[in-house]
Every structure is written in C-alpha cells, then in structure tokens.
T-cell receptor
Framework: SQKIEQNSEALNIQEGKTATLTCNYT??????LQWYRQDPGRGPVFLLL?????KEKRKERLKVTFDTTLKQSLFHITASQPADSATYLC????????????FGRGTSLIVHP | SAVISQKPSRDICQRGTSLTIQCQVD?????MFWYRQQPGQSLTLIAT?????????ESGFVIDKFPISRPNLTFSTLTVSNMSPEDSSIYLC??????????FGQGTRLTVV
C-alpha cells in the first residue's frame, strides 16, 4: 500500500501570497492524485485531480503539479485569502488498480489578513 | 455529484454499548466507504460497503466490531459495537460517483465515556 507524507506543521502565510503545500508518496506510482480540502467539523471536499501523464493542472486560483520521478505533488493557492484557511489533504488510490482513495494526514493552512 | 447525509452528527456513549451511524446519499452510487479520523490524523479506511453482500474490511478492522449494512445503492449503516474510549473518533461515510472523486458526509463525532 501507499505511504503518503504531508508536512504536519501548519503553514502560516499572509493574505495575497501564494501558499505551496507538498505531498510525497512512496511505493508504486499512482495513475492519479487528488487534493481535498477539509474544514473543522466537516468531511473532505474534492478540489482537483491530476493524472500521471499531466504535469500541471489549474482551477481558478489553484494549481497542482505532479512529478512522478520525484514522487511528489505540489499544491499552490495563489492570491491567498483568509477563507482559504483549512486543512488540505492529498489522496492516492489505495493500491495499484484500486480507485479507493487513501489519504495523507493533511497540512493546515492559515492565511492571515 | 452526490450529497451525503450522515447521522447522528455527534454522540456521547457509554462504554460497552453500540452506536449505529446512518449514511444516506441523494443518488444511486456504486461505491460507499466508511473511514475513521482521529484528531490530527489522516482518514483511515475501515471498509467498503458492498450492496447486497458482506462489506470488505481493511486490515485491523473486523466485522464483529464494525458491522456494516448496505441494503441498496443509496444507504449504508456502520455500527460501532461494544465501544471503548479508544473508539472515540470521527466516523465518515463516503461515496464514489466516479472512480476519480469521492464525496463525504459531514462526519459523526463519537465520544465514548
């Protein structure tokens, strides 16, 4: 099975700056990688999916990169806002051929006004 | 997309008792899953709820402790049996509409005293 590593320390940034979160994985290379947002007391909400043959994916102020050589994904939020404050989870298929997501611990992002 | 309603949203239970958590999806879905999330930790998959057959449990989780039902394509229950304080956690129901995105309920915060 996959081991997924996300920075457990909270990321504090100033409003308007770009937040960059990291997701590293071991073992097999997944067919795709997902990012979710989780607010306190709520379930995760899907944000973006990037496939193994895609280097970069964008959605509004979000950008995700996927480097299968480094076994790493970077998640960027540009022009960050206090409303972006949340925990961001990286998820991969549970195992090769599976489509059940397995999650990293998540990184807490705090955007200060 | 899918909207998932989960109840109860929270409960405080006595050790040795059981609690059944219900999960209702607003549309028919192929896949339903149950996760557990302890404070500051990632989501851990308990089992895949299979319609019309026994659930598929992950390592460390057994049917006697976490019996799961899935009578149709929109509904599932998870029972936490013979509870102990170690079972205190957030339990999340999830449904997959496609094999690339998962939807979550708001979770059930369980405290065992």
């Amino acid at each position: 099975s996959q081991k997924i590593e996300q920075n457990s320390e909270a990321l504090n940034i100033q409003e308007g700056k770009t937040a960059t979160l990291t997701c590293n994985y071991t073992n097999y290379s997944p067919a795709y990688l997902q990012w979710y947002r989780q607010d306190p007391g709520r379930g995760p909400v899907f944000l973006l999916l990037i496939r193994e043959n895609e280097k970069e994916k964008r959605k509004e102020r979000l950008k995700v990169t996927f480097d299968t050589t480094l076994k790493q994904s970077l998640f960027h939020i540009t022009a960050s806002q206090p409303a972006d404050s949340a925990t961001y989870l990286c998820a991969l298929p549970l195992s090769g051929g599976s489509y059940i997501p397995t999650f990293g611990r998540g990184t807490s992002l705090i955007v200060h006004p | 997309s899918a909207v998932i309603s989960q109840k109860p949203s929270r409960d405080i239970c006595q050790r040795g008792t059981s609690l059944t958590i219900q999960c209702q999806v607003d549309s028919q879905v192929t896949m339903m899953f149950w996760y557990r999330q302890q404070p500051g930790q990632s989501l851990t998959l308990i089992a895949t709820a299979n319609q019309g057959s026994e659930a598929t449990y992950e390592s460390g989780f057994v049917i006697d402790k976490f019996p799961i039902s899935r009578p149709n394509l929109t509904f599932s229950t998870l029972t936490v049996s013979n509870m102990s304080p170690e079972d205190s956690s957030i339990y999340l129901c999830s449904a997959g509409v496609s094999n690339t995105e998962a939807f979550f309920g708001q979770g059930t915060r369980l405290t065992v005293v």
